[in-house]
């Protein structure tokens, strides 16, 4: 059985997935005014630089997005201050805008809609040809829009396939009209994105619960689910976060940690630098197996299986190097990378994976999408000047509420003492009251104390009288919450 858990926020949406109790997968994305991949923008040529390929457009955000100046694009003669459709395929990095393409598609399930292209292909996977023609004879071709049958959309029948033609070519010519006719630059198509894609992607005979604490997400996963039996909606309706409540955010910590244990007794792992992510297998206690050959294989394939799940875990993308124990029989390679392959295979279109280098190491290309749980986590160390990570105060901040509201739950406690690392002293001095109203503690007693090289913060619920007596010089007043 498949679990899904949707948390929203102001600015935030995560999402967790769990099969069989076990998370397999957690997705974050902030809303800060940039583009996300598959988000399609009527935007304005502002520079083309022939020297470099490169054209750079305005999508009416703070920063320009590029893309490559193809001869396609040069035979149509385009040129600077037309206006252009464009659909992001890398999102923004550091100073770096959307990297673009002019090449703009909706995808289904099972179909995919090229905007301003023309005919009828398939994947690259489908080939069968009777199946092709089969689907060929069904349908009929689209005007200013091609078709690309997906592979899943070779194994259902000719009318679903329709439907979601209909549907997808519906979205398109909303598309095209807003591109000849609406002002100024603007996104036209991808709102809510990840949640669609999450819901198209979740369409299977697997059982699947979803768990949601937003009306409106509720609202639109309902009428996802309609005549999907396999698909069971709740809305969440307690007052801790959801996330908190089902545990994920104790398990999404502990995924800070860089180092994960191989039940084998091995263990990898996981280092980021500015470039890559690299991966690290160690045999560790793996000593068992009189044969090094044997105990090799078995720590390399059991740190495979595990790789995969943690990629998708950590949301980690772009480039990522894994440093496998040296193998010199190359049968057993092939069945390491099969097995990473595999322990991938539930990540669809995101990922390519690379055969082995001749320094034996394997590089993975993973898409990007949304956030890494680093960087919603985690911020620089201002006493170390970057050289260090320490948790967010706006994720402490929440942690600390999730823990008010939980002893106040259980014990109808409306006084506490917050202990937390002098790190973020000046920081919540500046803004005494947004931190205590972010913590949920306007109606309540709060004394507030800092400390050195503690593990980010501490609640502790103030039940005597001699508790609040030893801590009066600590008590956040009624000023200092104005």
């Known amino acids: 059985m498949k679990e899904i858990f949707i948390e929203r926020r102001e600015k935030l949406l995560r999402i967790a997935i769990k099969s069989n109790n076990e998370l397999i997968e957690s997705i974050v994305e902030e809303n800060k005014n940039e583009p996300i991949i598959g988000e399609i923008y009527k935007g304005r040529i502002k520079n083309i630089l022939p020297a470099i390929n490169s054209i750079f457009v305005d999508l009416g955000l703070d920063k320009e997005g590029y893309m490559y100046y193809s001869d396609e694009l040069k035979a149509k003669g385009i040129k600077k201050g037309d206006d252009i459709l464009v659909e992001v395929i890398k999102e923004p990095l550091n100073d770096k805008g959307a990297k673009l393409t002019s090449k703009v598609s909706i995808p289904g399930k099972y179909v995919v809609i090229n905007c301003y292209e023309e005919g009828i292909e398939f994947s690259k996977r489908i080939e069968d040809k009777e199946k092709k023609n089969v689907i060929l004879n069904s ?8 078709i690309t049958i997906r592979t899943e959309g070779a194994n259902i029948s000719i009318d679903i396939i329709k439907n979601e033609i209909a549907k997808l070519y519906d979205e398109f010519q909303e598309i095209d009209k807003k591109m000849k006719y609406s002002l100024g630059l603007r996104k036209l198509y991808g709102e809510d994105l990840t949640l669609s894609k999450l819901l198209m992607n979740s369409l299977n005979k697997e059982v699947t619960k979803i768990y949601v604490d937003n009306n409106n997400d509720y609202e639109k996963i309902l009428n996802f689910a309609k005549g999907q039996e396999n698909l069971n909606v709740e809305r969440y309706e307690g007052y801790r976060r959801l996330f908190d409540f089902y545990g994920i955010e104790k398990e999404l910590l502990k995924l800070r940690h860089n180092k994960v244990n191989l039940p084998c007794g091995g263990y990898i792992i996981i280092d980021r630098t500015e470039a890559m992510y690299v991966i690290d297998v160690n045999s560790g206690k793996n000593i068992k197996e009189r044969n090094f050959n044997k105990t090799i294989l078995e720590t390399n ?3 495979a299986r595990e790789i995969g799940k943690q990629i998708r875990l950590r949301n980690l993308s772009g480039i990522i190097v894994i440093d496998f124990i040296d193998m010199r029989d190359k049968s057993q390679k092939d069945i390491v990378m099969d097995a990473l392959k595999e322990s991938l295979k539930s990540d669809k279109g995101n990922v390519k994976v690379f055969p082995f280098t001749q320094l034996d190491l394997v590089q993975i290309a993973r898409k990007r999408q949304g956030k ?12 170390c000047k970057g050289r260090g990570i320490i948790l967010k105060l706006s ?5 600390i509420k999730n823990e008010i509201v939980r002893i106040q739950e259980e014990n109808s406690i409306s006084c506490f003492h917050i202990e937390i690392d002098s790190v973020y002293k000046d920081r919540i001095k500046e803004n005494i009251f947004d931190f205590i109203k972010d913590i949920d503690g306007l109606d309540k007693e709060i004394y507030l104390t800092y400390a050195d090289n503690i ?3 501490k609640v502790e619920p103030l039940i005597f009288q001699g508790q609040k007596d030893n801590l009066k010089d600590y008590k956040v007043t009624v000023i200092e919450k104005i």
Do not use: V
């Open 139 to 146: 349908i009929d071709p689209l005007k200013n829009a091609g």
């Open 301 to 303: 394939l059991e740190a």
């Open 372 to 383: 890494s749980i680093y960087e919603y986590m985690e911020e620089e160390c201002t006493l």
């Open 395 to 399: 994720y402490i901040e929440g942690l």
């Open 455 to 457: 593990e980010g913060y």
